[in-house]
């Protein structure tokens, strides 16, 4: 008889759970491997990135400090010093200097090249700077930057009475405020004269010292701003400070007063060239040209006159007593469209019939003291008709006496107002720089193409 054949048993449930785990194992471990690759890849990237983010970075600083280093060089220039522009390459108007030799490591070098125009700016010019800096890695694309930077004077004038030490209004109907001869900026059109129709509450007056009477406004009206280094304005009876946006009943306006005034006012240095004479007729310059004279002294008296003609620039050489003397019904002359900057390093007294300036604008007669003794010098203004002028005398004792219309700005160790004299500020003034350092006035990075473009050519070959 047959034996009966076995049917086949299906598995074991363990060995199907077993298989399972397996397949899942296996998918977990895939999607380990691709996040792990993905990670991977991720990081990478990420370094690529950070790698190109810090070239780009690197060469972004780079080209700011190319342009410091033009600043530097025109400041420099501007100072007198000499080898200002060392290792520049010049050719009339521009100047320009490749710094190379940046390592930043496993094998990434970096270097900026700077293009300056014009190198030696006239007055009242706006020098441009452009600066192209490089990184370059191995293997890696160059990362490059470039900005531009418009560069303009900063000014002594910012306010319209700065002294170090003091500044006081002896008088009983003293007054400050002022006006902006030139408000378009634009040297084709006509300046604008002070008059009432134009005058603003922007007579900034200061002084860097602490003392409580350092600022003594006593019965004066100021129309602008009060700033000192530390204590308050002392203000009389009559006294005021205010502004256009002051309550009619508010004597001192305390948003027109600070107590934190500092500035820089260093001593501007006489030029060393010049035509020497032995003495100074009744004319002086050519007009319509640019004129540069050396004499030891100028003393005017009697109905002495001395007119200047053309663009004049007048250094007096003495070191001791008075330099500038003008007394009687003598008088120095600046007809409209002539212009006289003076340099004098020992005393002045202005008298008599003073100085008339005739143009507009304060800044066509500007007064340089050049002292550098402790006990600096002594400037001494007088008369009751207008002053228009701009004074620089930061080691001076400068005093103005009289009753008529001070126009311009002045600068001293020491300043005292005597007699009723309204001062008024020409704001434009704060814009005017011939011997001070240059400073940013507009800054800009050119991602452009076509801005990048037009300076590139000029990048090429060096």
Not at 49 to 56: D, G
Not at 97 to 103: L, T, V
Request: one cysteine or more; hydrophobic letters at 45%.
């Amino acid at each position: 008889m047959r034996r009966p054949r076995h049917a086949s048993r299906p598995p074991a449930p363990g060995y199907r759970e077993r298989g399972a785990v397996l397949v899942v194992t296996l998918l977990i471990v895939a999607l380990i491997a691709i996040g792990l690759g993905a990670y991977l890849n991720l990081n990478l990237s990420t370094a690529r990135l950070a790698r190109q983010s810090y070239h780009q970075n690197a060469s972004f600083h780079l080209a700011e400090a190319g342009a410091e280093e033009a600043v530097w060089s025109f400041n420099r220039a501007t100072a007198g010093a000499p080898g200002a522009w060392d290792g520049w390459t010049a050719a009339e108007p521009a100047a320009w200097r490749k710094f190379a030799g940046f390592d930043f490591g496993a094998g990434t070098a970096g270097f900026v090249k700077v293009y300056v125009s014009p190198v030696r700016p006239a007055a009242g010019a706006a020098p441009t700077v452009v600066a192209l800096a490089q990184v370059q890695a191995p293997g890696q694309p160059a990362s490059s930057r470039m900005i531009q930077v418009t560069l303009g004077r900063r000014s002594f004038f910012a306010g319209g009475l700065v002294a170090r030490e003091s500044v006081r209004f002896a008088g009983l109907n003293a007054s400050v405020d002022s006006w902006n001869s030139d408000p378009d900026r634009d040297p084709a059109t006509a300046p604008v004269p002070y008059s009432a129709g134009v005058r603003r509450d922007g007579g900034t007056i200061a002084t860097m010292a602490v003392q409580n009477n350092a600022m003594l406004i006593n019965q004066a009206a100021v129309w602008g701003y009060v700033a000192t280094g530390g204590a308050a304005p002392e203000v009389g009876v009559h006294g005021s400070i205010r502004g256009a946006d002051t309550p009619p009943d508010v004597q001192i306006d305390p948003a027109r007063v600070s107590t934190s005034f500092a500035a820089d006012l260093p001593v501007i240095r006489a030029p060393l060239d010049g035509t020497p004479i032995a003495a100074i007729g009744a004319t002086l310059g050519v007009e319509g040209e640019a004129t540069r004279w050396r004499c030891p002294r100028l003393a005017l008296r009697g109905n002495d006159t001395l007119t200047i003609l053309g663009d004049v620039t007048l250094i007096l050489t003495a070191t001791t007593g008075s330099a500038l003397e003008v007394s009687g019904g003598a008088a120095i002359l600046v007809p409209a469209g002539s212009s006289l900057q003076l340099y004098v390093e020992a005393d002045v007294a202005i008298a008599g019939k003073g100085l008339g300036n005739a143009n507009a604008r304060p800044v066509t007669c500007r007064l340089w003291g050049t002292s550098t003794s402790a006990a600096g010098q002594r400037l001494q203004v007088a008369g009751n008709g207008a002053l228009k002028a701009v004074i620089y005398a930061p080691n001076a004792e400068v005093m103005i006496n009289g009753n008529g219309d001070v126009m311009g700005a002045v600068v001293g160790r020491t300043i005292t107002l005597n007699g009723n004299a309204a001062f008024h500020y020409d704001e434009s003034l704060a814009e005017e720089g011939d011997h001070t350092p240059y400073k940013v006035t507009r800054w800009r990075e050119l991602t452009d193409a076509a801005d990048r473009a037009r300076w590139l050519p000029v990048f090429a070959g060096w």
